[in-house]
T-cell receptor, first 115, second 110 residues
């Protein structure tokens, strides 16, 4: 059973370009979470999605950031017109259900560098 | 102010020695507390999950404690190995929203 997969593992973009980060949850998991980790900082929640639904996006910046989890295919975190401050590690986690101590399994992360 | 505070920020220990990492939190409501291990360049991996009613849980050489009254947790590493070098992250779950500490950076030296 493959774990959570993220790609690309490393992404370099110039200011103003778009970044697309992909996350494939573990088999059987229908809940996806995105987190951002800045250097020397803890992970910060961004968005929580189920298939075709955004459940909680309270951690997402109001502009330039969007996320989706379509019925088929991976979850996508999209950052438009990237700026240097977007440079960070972006982690995706998946879980099978909500309720109880629902464990989240993390992917290896995508390290975004904005030049 | 961060809702999850960890100490010490970093420590160096000799291989074979024990160490204890501390976590204080103010998250409310509280559902459960988790400890993760994050190797450099990797995603966090779960070590333990404790609910309100649990005050200790072990996973091999890792033992976590929880005092929900004082809102404190600790992670004890016994007989450390070089592979224990990593960041240990305390995570508090409040109604399915996770609050992360910045981590305890542990370096084990031979």
């Amino acid at each position: 059973n493959a774990g959570v997969m993220q790609n690309p593992r490393h992404l370099v973009r110039r200011r103003g370009q778009e970044a697309r980060l992909r996350c494939s949850p573990m088999k059987g998991h229908s809940h996806v979470y995105w987190y951002r980790q800045l250097p020397e900082e803890g992970l910060k929640f961004m968005v929580y999605l189920q298939k075709e639904n955004i459940i909680d996006e309270s951690g997402m910046p109001k502009e330039r950031f969007s996320a989706e989890f379509p019925k088929e295919g991976p979850s996508i975190l999209r950052i438009q017109q990237v700026v240097r401050g977007d440079s960070a590690a972006y982690f995706c986690a998946s879980s099978p259900r909500t309720g109880g101590p629902n464990e989240q399994f993390f992917g290896p992360g995508t390290r975004l560098t904005v030049l | 102010k961060n809702q999850v505070e960890q100490s010490p920020q970093s420590l160096i220990i000799l291989e074979g020695k024990n160490c204890t990492l501390q976590c204080n939190y103010t998250v409310s409501p509280f559902s459960n507390l988790r400890w993760y291990k994050q190797d450099t360049g990797r995603g966090p991996v779960s070590l333990t999950i404790m609910t309100f009613s649990e005050n200790t849980k072990s996973n091999g050489r890792y033992t976590a404690t929880l005092d929900a009254d004082t809102k404190q947790s600790s992670l004890h590493i016994t007989a450390s190995q070089l592979s224990d070098s990593a960041s240990y992250i305390c995570v508090v779950d409040g109604n399915n929203r996770l609050a992360f500490g910045k981590g305890n950076q542990v370096v084990v030296i031979p």
